[in-house]
């Protein structure tokens, strides 16, 4: 009987009544999103990398960019013209006659985020403490010869408006401002984190997953793996951001970025693959926009390998990249056939690319080094997009010349001890410029001062066992070189040498896909995660 | 005489056997009779079956190469460019690389179940049969052991070990011996104080000699049973284990790696991540229909 | 009297026995995890600095992180404070481990309770229905759900329905488990993000948070409806074969009292035991869902660790969860033997 009941008359109310209430549930939170979201950016990004908001520790590129937004540093570097170094905290700056001190004029009014007023004292305090703790970023500013022992003396407040920088040797100008206007010259709030040191650590324990800065935002929350929120500081000097917050939303697959953005759950996709760029640029909704950025991916061939040593095997692996093929179907347009190793927009960058897919030339130079049926030889390859799949087409194209590739997959940390080690053939990697200047890559790709394995220097050259005195030198020069179009000329002859002779395969540079929706105004993206700006988004 | 003209069948179900043989014999038609009436398990042992058949022959009847690139016809959708099931994101035969596939997922749990089983055995037999102190130290590390969640604990082992196959049966290894030494220890225990066993420690025997020639063939009815029914769980952990990163390398066709490899595309090529899924699927539900009706029918206290 | 005493002595040497084979349990669990620690070819200074760091400070880091020391002082130190509950520091999160723990144990007990609640509102009734009806096609088609709730690779099944229930039908909500619209309004009680939005009154958030989750426990429950159907119905067989049975049928009872109420109410007995371990059985489950659904859970935690050679947390996890499971085996034991008037 019950039962006969509620299928007639009972039973339409009971479904009208939920249908009902699920309208209203429904309708309730299209109100309060409406409400709300204006107010709040949020952004998909696969933010598991974070792992400190300390700006003397952060290395990682999530954490660079929030830097660039919680901190100020002495000069600003615009994200579309990073050559072009502007006033920050320093109203302005002097070099002496001889181009060893600099001195800074430090803007008066501007607050830090506890009220504190940023002084030359928190600037001098900043770098020394950068120099002392001495984690992963603190070679930046090593670069201008500052040691923990003699920073106190170089860098230092002489009236509470005024700091001075001296270095110890000869510098391009430029370099020094580049070096001061990456992440690690952050200026701390010296009064907000000195009480909270402990153990002579600077506060670095606290300030990992605290802000002590004078920026447009502040940290509110930060959960790893999960979420970061900034929120608008209103006291900031250049004047309070457009945006109340930003929501930094930690998502890992690019599919479930896609789809968030389509959705409406996420304002900006910031790791898009190229498959879902392609889905998304039918999207009338969305704007896609492409930046260069300054990371460069390539191939070392460690020299510890008699078959790599040879200067055939090296060219002839050169021959063997399907560049242009791997660009067009796997990466379309994420990143850019590149094979020079500093990248486009860096003083000095030159757009020469000789190489491309030739098996016949490869398979001739490789009988000239006397292996013409080829040889096996390992690649260690962090498994992750696009490395691990431009690993297995090379490893394709390599077996067309009798190559055997075998594939050693691992996480980046895997690969890269093994790399440290110097106990790869191959490895195929992802190098981004520290800073704004064309000898961070120089350093990298063509500066080996002591090939020993106790050498103090583990760049890139070094990794690979690549021991050049000669290129070594030249690089050393050019960083000395004042006249800025010299120093260019001499970077590019460099880079001409190294795409013949260097036992780095340089394949492509990295361009960003930013994917917004179409309300989304005023994110400033540059080359690198050091200059990102939130300061004037804005949604409408 | 007689005997000779009968038919193979009554010889079987014959009620007076006249061999240990034949009562042998006899005994595993009755099983396979009363297996044979299971239409699951019919199924699983169909499955099985073919697993085997295409891991043998799956080479010659792919289409194509199973690593062979074709960058121009990537993530075509199953039936065009002559794809069957789609290809994947290199332009790779899914179909091709699934058959050649079944190879691997075949070897990685037949070399867990050879490693385990013999290992599991050995140290329930021993700790049942000598007890005391030796059965007290067995059974802690066998409780430690049984006391990690599993797949964490391979996870770890395999993190700790690199990637590939090698290890990722070494770590689901470890992680699967305990419960193989449980069952041999019960088993041991009940049997210990029999009499043949009191008998062949009377004629001098030593331990070692009547475990492995009378202890364990007894336990390895129920151990067999136990392999079947975790070959599955071995099958999906190994998946699980390719799912993220830490089993076959590329560009092998493991199927867990491959749905890894399909993840990025899901929700537009669903076909990259679906095709491998359901070749998991269905094996292990072949071993767990096989496992299950096994166990009915060798094990009748438990289920049906 | 003597044999009060003897009896008291009795569960004093058992209890004594008991606390004896937790910590030789736990002990080996620190061996074992610590063993596991120092064999990964990762370079666990590497990941605090950074790969461009100076000589000095990659020495200094290493210092820091105490493997200068001898091997054996090494596990000394881990073990004694990990009895304390210190894990030391995460490198990812630079938080302690124990507070991470704390901070995403919830989320996983959350996704895993609600997984076993699904698992048995389904699979207990499908286990009785399997077992009244042995041998008809019901029995058959729940037999074949069950076992394909076994078989199918969870990692899969939650791919699959992402992209059905979410990107195609968008009936349910995407990865993670809240909108971050609803980040910061729902204060932390217990962790539980649907427990305290509802404490909170805050029902848009509860809203959010369901949408969120029932995914993810529906592909988690699955797992456990398959494993608890077939445990209920093989204890439902067993009782059905009972005396008592007979008895109630001859008795007159309808059939339908007789297998929920009579049947079922001893099977209960052992029934609770085994949802108890199937619990044990979704944490670890729970792994794989948690990396495909982004579910800021234990599972997420111990796999991002270790895929950053964040050794620390991977210990400090794997730790947790094998106290979870030691817990669990000991609560099952005593609920079994406290239940079970036989085993009394």
Not at chain 1, 147 to 163: G, H, I, S
Not at chain 1, 385 to 412: H, M, R, S, Y
Not at chain 1, 429 to 446: E, I, K, L, M, V
Not at chain 2, 156 to 161: D, H, N, P, R
Request: charged content about 20%.
């Amino acid at each position: 009987m019950a039962r006969a009941k509620l299928k007639g008359s009972s039973f339409k109310r009971l479904a009208t009544i939920i249908v009902a209430g699920l309208l209203l549930i429904g309708g309730a939170e299209l109100w309060a999103a409406g409400a709300s979201k204006k107010d709040m950016v949020v952004m998909a990004w696969q933010i598991d990398e974070l792992i400190t908001f300390d700006p003397a520790e952060v290395y990682e590129l999530a954490g660079m960019e929030m830097m660039a937004n919680i901190y100020d540093r002495l000069v600003y570097l615009p994200s579309d013209k990073i050559d072009a170094p502007q006033p920050g905290l320093a109203e302005s700056w002097k070099v002496s006659a001889d181009g060893q001190t600099f001195t800074f004029a430090i803007r008066k009014g501007a607050k830090f985020h506890s009220g504190n007023p940023v002084t030359a004292e928190d600037v001098a305090w900043s770098v020394q403490r950068a120099i002392k703790l001495n984690k992963g970023p603190a070679f930046i500013l090593g670069e201008l010869g500052l040691t923990p022992e003699n920073v106190d003396q170089l860098a230092k407040a002489t009236d509470p408006y005024t700091f001075t920088l001296t270095i110890t040797k000869k510098l391009a100008q430029s370099f020094v401002i580049n070096c001061l206007g990456s992440g690690v010259g952050s200026v701390v709030d010296k009064k907000e984190v000195e009480p909270k040191a402990a153990g002579g650590d600077f506060g670095n324990a606290y300030l990992k997953k605290a802000d002590a800065g004078s920026g447009p935002f502040k940290l509110t929350t930060w959960k790893p793996n999960e979420l970061v929120l900034l929120d608008a500081f209103p006291g900031y000097w250049r004047g309070a951001p457009s945006i109340k917050r930003v929501a930094l939303k930690h998502v890992p697959e690019s599919a479930t970025q896609r789809l968030m953005l389509e959705k409406g759950d996420a304002d900006v996709a910031r790791n898009l693959g190229p498959e879902d760029i392609a889905a998304l640029s039918a999207n009338k909704d969305v704007k896609i926009r492409n930046v260069a950025q300054g990371a460069i991916y390539y191939l070392g061939l460690n020299q510890k390998n008699p078959n790599l040593a040879k200067p055939e095997v090296r060219e002839a692996l050169k021959w063997l990249v399907d560049y242009k093929g791997i660009e067009q179907s796997v990466l379309k347009g994420t990143r850019v056939v590149h094979q020079s190793f500093l990248p486009a927009g860096v003083l000095g960058a030159i757009d020469s690319n000789p190489y491309s897919l030739d098996v016949a030339k490869a398979k001739a130079l490789l009988a000239k080094a006397g292996l013409p049926k080829g040889f096996k030889v390992t690649m260690d390859v962090t498994n992750s997009f696009p490395t691990n799949v431009i690993a297995q087409a090379i490893q394709a194209d390599l077996a067309k010349a009798g190559i055997e590739l075998e594939i050693i997959p691992g996480d980046n940390k895997q690969t890269l001890t093994k790399y440290r080690a110097r106990n790869h053939d191959i490895y195929i990697g992802r190098w981004s410029p520290d800073y704004a200047d064309p000898h961070s890559n120089t350093q990298g790709f063509a500066w080996n001062p002591d090939n020993s394995d106790s050498s103090t220097s583990k760049l890139l050259a070094w990794r690979n066992s690549w021991d050049i005195p000669e290129m070594t030198k030249k690089a050393e020069a050019a960083l000395v070189e004042g006249d800025t179009a010299k120093r260019a000329k001499m970077y590019k002859d460099m880079q001409l040498e190294h795409q013949k002779t260097s036992p780095f395969v340089i394949m492509y540079q990295d361009i960003w896909v930013i994917a917004e929706r179409g309300g989304v105004t005023g994110f400033e993206v540059g080359p690198s995660s050091d200059y990102v700006y939130y300061r004037n988004i804005s949604i409408k | 005489m007689e005997a000779s003209k009968t038919t193979l069948g009554a010889w079987l179900s014959s009620a007076a056997p006249e061999s240990p043989w034949q009562a042998w014999c006899g005994d595993a038609w009755r099983s396979w009779l009363l297996f044979r009436r299971n239409p699951l398990a019919m199924a699983g042992l169909a499955i099985m079956l073919a697993l085997v058949v295409l891991a043998a022959i799956g080479p010659l009847i792919a289409p194509a190469d199973p690593l062979a690139q074709s960058l121009g016809l990537r993530l075509s959708p199953p039936g065009a460019n002559g794809y069957i099931l789609g290809s994947d994101e290199l332009g790779r035969d899914i179909l091709s690389r699934l058959l050649y596939g079944a190879r691997i997922s075949l070897s990685i749990v037949l070399m867990v179940a050879v490693a385990v089983a013999p290992v599991g055995l050995a140290i329930g037999t021993i700790a049942g049969y000598f007890g005391g102190p030796v059965d007290t130290v067995l059974m802690r590390i066998t409780d430690i052991f049984l006391s990690f969640p599993r797949l964490v604990l391979a996870l770890a082992l395999a993190s700790a070990l690199g990637p590939g196959i090698e290890n990722a049966v070494i770590a689901i290894a470890i992680t699967a011996w305990p419960p193989y030494a449980r069952i041999a220890r019960a088993e041991t225990i009940s049997i210990r104080n029999s009499d043949f066993i009191a008998a062949s420690r009377l004629q001098g025997a030593s331990p070692l000699r009547i475990i492995a020639t009378q202890v364990a063939p007894l336990c390895a009815s129920s151990v067999i049973v136990r392999v079947t029914l975790d070959m599955a769980g071995i099958m999906l952990t190994a998946a699980g284990l390719g799912f993220l990163g830490l089993g076959a390398q590329p560009p092998s066709p493991e199927w867990g790696a491959m749905v890894a490899a399909g993840r990025r595309f899901v929700f537009d090529q669903w076909w990259v991540a679906a095709m491998p899924g359901l070749a998991i699927c269905a094996v292990s539900l072949g071993f767990n229909f096989l496992g299950d009706g096994l166990r009915d029918v060798l094990d009748p206290k438990s289920g049906s | 009297m003597d044999e009060t005493r003897h009896r008291i002595r009795e569960r004093a040497e058992q209890a004594l026995k008991l606390l004896l084979s937790l910590t030789v349990t736990f002990m080996g669990l620190l061996a074992v995890t610590f063993f596991i620690g120092r064999v990964v070819p990762i370079d666990p200074v590497l990941a605090a600095v950074g790969d461009r760091a100076s000589a000095e400070s990659y020495a200094q880091a290493r210092r820091e992180l105490g493997l200068d020391r001898p091997l054996y002082q090494q596990f000394l130190i881990y073990a004694s404070k990990a009895l304390r509950g210190d894990f030391g520091k995460s490198v990812l999160t630079s938080n302690a481990v124990i507070d991470d723990i704390k901070r995403v144990f919830p989320a996983t007990f959350e996704l895993a309770t609600l997984a076993a609640l699904l698992g048995v509102l389904v699979g207990v009734p499908a286990g009785v229905a399997a077992a009244a009806k042995k041998g008809s096609w019901v029995d058959h088609g729940i037999r074949f759900v069950g076992l394909l709730g076994y078989s199918v690779p969870i990692f899969w099944l939650g791919l699959m329905g992402l992209l059905v229930f979410y990107a195609k039908l968008g009936i349910v909500a995407g990865p993670g488990r809240s909108d971050v619209l609803f980040e910061g309004l729902v204060p932390t009680v217990t962790g539980a993000l649907l427990l305290d939005s509802a404490l909170a009154g805050q029902w848009e958030a509860f809203r959010d948070a369901f949408a969120h989750i029932i995914l993810p426990a529906s592909i988690l429950g699955v797992f456990s409806m398959a494993y608890i159907s077939r445990m209920t119905r093989s204890f439902m067989l067993e009782q059905l074969q009972a005396e008592y049975v007979n008895t109630a049928r001859i008795k007159g009872l309808s059939e339908r009292t007789v297998v929920w109420r009579h049947a079922l109410g001893n099977a209960w007995v052992p029934l609770v035991t085994v949802i108890a371990l199937s619990y044990g059985n979704l944490l670890e489950g729970s792994i794989l869902t948690e990396v495909v659904f982004a579910w800021p859970g234990l599972g997420s935690y111990i796999t991002n660790s270790l895929m950053s050679a964040d050794m620390n947390a991977v210990l400090g996890g794997t730790v947790m969860v094998g106290i979870v499971f030691i817990a669990l085996n000991f609560i099952t034991d005593i609920l079994y033997k406290r239940l079970d008037p036989r085993a009394r």
